[in-house]
């Protein structure tokens, strides 16, 4: 692959994948390592991703699989020695005018990211995908490498999963 064509690439979709990869990983360093690795990957594989009909679907599942064996990584080194998490808050600022809006709107934000981030892997994965992306299910599936019908299946149970959850926070849905 040229350096021309896989810059075109890179300023077509690179912000939509690093998006993608900061949700993902919600760490900003480990989404810009995860970046670079989807980057790196992609580089190296090429043809494939010039071949690709959908390039950034091609790339956010490269991310998406590299995300998976850091993940099987880190479980097998936390079996031998456990590592305490920390976790980070977020906050995004509305263009509301009003302060009270704003600081209501950001708790809300907080509140659903957090309940997010406390799916498992799999739903939180789709429902990025999905919302965050704006993938249709059928290129989720492709993806994920899964039948459309589960991507239809774990959207549903994320769905319903963030609904209690907020019902429980005391949120009207």
């Not at 360093?29 to 494939?48: C, D, M, P, R």
């Not at 892997?121 to 993938?135: A, G, H």
Request: with cysteine; proline share 2%.
């Amino acid at each position: 692959m040229e350096k021309s064509e896989f810059e075109k690439i890179i300023n077509e979709h690179g912000n939509a994948l690093l998006n993608y990869c900061s949700y993902l990983t919600l760490d900003k360093e480990l989404a810009a390592e995860l970046y670079q690795e989807t980057l790196l990957k992609a580089f190296q594989i090429g043809g494939k991703l010039s071949k690709s009909s959908n390039q950034r679907c091609f790339l956010l599942g490269v991310a998406t699989n590299i995300w998976k064996n850091l993940i099987s990584k880190k479980m097998r080194r936390n079996r031998i020695a456990p590592v305490t998490d920390y976790e980070e808050h977020k906050e995004k600022i509305s263009n509301s005018d009003n302060v009270l809006d704003k600081i209501i709107e950001r708790e809300l934000i907080s509140e659903v990211q957090k309940a997010v981030d406390r799916l498992p892997d799999k739903q939180r994965v789709v429902i990025l995908l999905y919302y965050m992306q704006k993938m249709s299910t059928s290129d989720i599936a492709s993806v994920l490498h899964i039948p459309k019908g589960t991507v239809l299946s774990r959207l549903a149970k994320a769905r319903e999963s963030l609904r209690k959850e907020m019902e429980e926070r005391g949120y009207e849905i």
